[in-house]
């Protein structure tokens, strides 16, 4: 893999950074990851040299990039600006990123495209959490936050617990998890409204018919987000028990600033990509083996698929059947994929997309260039 100079991105910073001003900015010894600008701060609508733009994929639709400068937790002491580690970054936003597609960001006003990103799911059990307190997830720079515990007030007491997701930029995650796992609530997660409560369509009044819907409250103990998921416990005034809490993460993501090299070969047929040889050995009728071969003579052989109705239901976002889509050297320098979503096989060929000079970004990861910065995924 190439590595990046030192102009080329940060995700965030924990560096000493000039600024043009009559007093010189100093790193802090305390850190700002996790906290958010001020309500006050001063928003910069556009900054030159940074850019909003869209670019396309593959697939030929747009894709929305955006870029800024975020500094956080700042103060002036005795003439000085004084700004914490990662109270300075630089953010580039990658929307739903779909990987085979050819999903572009922009780092630092270069277009680049996300290749392909390995994945985990960071795990809390048992963990009682106080009104406003929180726990670490993964790494701890994302964190599990109990902003909120509500009681209800129509004649009993059924505690409604709010959980959310805090991450590295001090921002929550767009979901909150609400549960309300009190006993006395006819309970969503016991499936009490599984099969509806057979009512018909009308009009009910209580006391008629035996209704009562007053006293009828429903609430789970289970919330949900996409993958993620929260199961809690008791809920008091005070404390929430998290049976169980999981939310996935980014472990590394490889980037190109290189197009993509798109190839349709038959069985025998050779392509160049970058330093590497491809070589379709084999052809199915939803699968290709193929061979990269490096300048030394390495091979890397690996078949491709299958790709069926089935392996095509949860991608692109299934890891597990888009790795059996994908080869790579042990040394991730370049990428081979199967071109699942446009025709891959057609007329005894088979279509690949390739990619080279990727640029791996661990999470987080030091900088290749200079150990003052680091990437790190803000989902």
């Given at each position: 893999m190439?590595?990046?100079?030192k ?12 600024l043009?001003?009559?007093v010189?900015?100093v ?10 600008p ?5 928003f ?9 733009v ?7 639709q747009?894709?929305?990039m955006?870029?800024g ?28 990123a ?92 016991e499936?009490?409204l ?5 009512r ?14 007053h006293v ?9 987000s ?29 980037l190109?600033?290189k ?5 349709k070969?038959?069985?025998?047929e ?5 330093d ?50 994908v ?9 081979v ?14 279509a ?6 990727l ?20 989902t």
């Amino acid at each position: 893999m190439k590595k990046f100079t030192k102009k080329a991105c940060a995700l965030a910073l924990a560096a000493v950074f000039a600024l043009s001003s009559s007093v010189v900015p100093v790193l802090a010894a305390d850190n700002a990851l996790m906290k958010a600008p001020a309500k006050d701060a001063a928003f910069v609508a556009g900054l030159e040299g940074f850019k909003n733009v869209t670019g396309k994929n593959l697939l030929d639709q747009d894709v929305g990039m955006q870029e800024g400068l975020i500094i956080r937790q700042s103060r002036v002491e005795n003439g000085k600006i004084i700004i914490p580690k990662s109270g300075l970054y630089y953010t580039t936003r990658t929307g739903t990123a779909d990987m085979l597609t050819g999903h572009k960001v922009t780092i630092l006003g270069k277009e680049y495209t996300i290749v392909d990103t390995a994945t985990r799911l960071d795990v809390i059990t048992n963990a009682d959490v106080k009104k406003g307190g929180s726990v670490p997830l993964g790494d701890g720079s994302k964190h599990l936050e109990l902003s909120s515990i509500g009681i209800d007030g129509n004649g009993f007491q059924a505690p409604e617990a709010t959980f959310q997701i805090l991450k590295p930029s001090g921002n929550y995650y767009g979901s909150a998890f609400e549960v309300s796992p009190n006993a006395k609530l006819r309970n969503i997660a016991e499936g009490v409204l599984n099969d509806g409560t057979g009512r018909k369509t009308g009009t009910y009044y209580p006391g008629k018919d035996g209704q009562n819907f007053h006293v009828e409250y429903y609430g789970s103990p289970v919330a949900i987000s996409g993958q993620s998921y929260l199961v809690a416990g008791e809920v008091t005034a005070e404390v929430a028990h998290v049976k169980e809490f999981a939310t996935g993460a980014i472990v590394y993501s490889l980037l190109s600033d290189k197009p993509a090299v798109e190839m349709k070969l038959g069985k025998g047929e050779k392509a160049t990509l970058g330093d590497y040889t491809v070589t379709v050995t084999d052809i199915t009728k939803d699968s290709v083996s193929v061979e990269l071969t490096s300048k030394d003579g390495k091979v890397t052989q690996k078949t491709l698929g299958p790709l069926t109705e089935d392996t095509m239901k949860y991608l692109p976002a299934d890891e597990v059947t888009r790795n059996s889509l994908v080869v790579r050297p042990e040394n991730d320098t370049v990428q081979v994929q199967l071109d699942a979503f446009r025709e891959p096989f057609k007329d005894g060929k088979v279509a690949l997309v390739g990619y080279t000079d990727l640029v791996k970004f661990e999470n987080p990861g030091t900088w290749a260039s200079d150990p003052r910065f680091i990437s790190r995924p803000d989902t």
